[in-house]
């Protein structure tokens, strides 16, 4: 039988607006599904991530073709489409909950690099060198951080608690700011930015401000 995935939107172009390759082009494939939060608007607000901005419940079983298919007729047609520059995020929900390695082989092959933006709570399939993981932790009962990423990213002041893990590790350490759902915009999103500049300066972090809200793109 031919794997499918659980896809709940494929879109773009648009830029990664987080990590270590924010600001760069990039189209978005949104796994369904997620194991911090089932994404009921009831209860949110009892989930590891009351914060989260993204629809993720549902989504259509695609095979990896029809997916690369669709990739593929969202890349603009120039005469260079910026092959060394463009780039997929692979996000969710929580979208090691589906990707095996096919997929990121795939991914990896189609794009110069690929993001994979994870709790930290799966364990991610074997992945080419180009395949990055970007791990925001939540603190999810009985599911413990197991992966070790390229780089972490810590949501002020939320999940503050696995700062110091994430300092130990050696590999960049984004902090970014919780953003209320009216954008980033008000007294409590200034405040939550200035505790990241405040760890910026005094840990060494790198700040997150996710771009593409400020630029107003998906």
């Known amino acids: ?35 911090a939060w089932d994404g009921r608007a009831e209860t949110r607000a009892a989930s590891a991530c009351p914060y989260c901005d993204t629809d993720f419940r549902g989504g259509t079983p695609l095979d990896l073709p029809t997916i690369l298919l669709r ?42 690099w690929v993001d994979i933006e994870t709790n930290g709570t799966r364990p991610c399939p074997p992945r080419p060198a180009n395949v990055f993981i970007s791990c925001s932790p939540k603190a999810i009962t009985g599911q413990p951080v197991v ?28 902090v970014q700011p919780t953003c209320p759902d009216g954008g980033p915009v008000g007294s409590v999103y200034a405040e939550n930015v200035r505790r990241c500049v405040d760890l910026c300066t005094a840990e060494g972090c790198r700040l997150s401000l996710q771009l593409h809200k400020y630029a107003g793109v998906p």
């Open 1 to 35: 039988m031919t794997r499918t995935y659980a896809v709940k939107e494929i879109f773009g172009p648009t830029i990664q607006g987080e990590g270590l390759h924010a600001g760069m082009p990039c189209l978005f494939v949104r796994l369904a599904g997620c194991n």
């Open 71 to 112: 990739l593929d007729a969202l890349r603009p047609r120039t005469p260079d489409p910026g092959p060394r520059t463009w780039g997929c995020v692979l996000t969710g929900g929580e979208p090691l909950l589906q990707a095996d390695q096919a997929l990121l082989a795939a991914l990896g092959a189609a794009f110069a």
């Open 147 to 174: 992966v070790e990423p390229d780089w972490w990213k810590i949501l002020i002041p939320e999940q503050q608690a696995f700062l110091d893990r994430a300092l130990a590790g050696g590999t960049p350490v984004f």
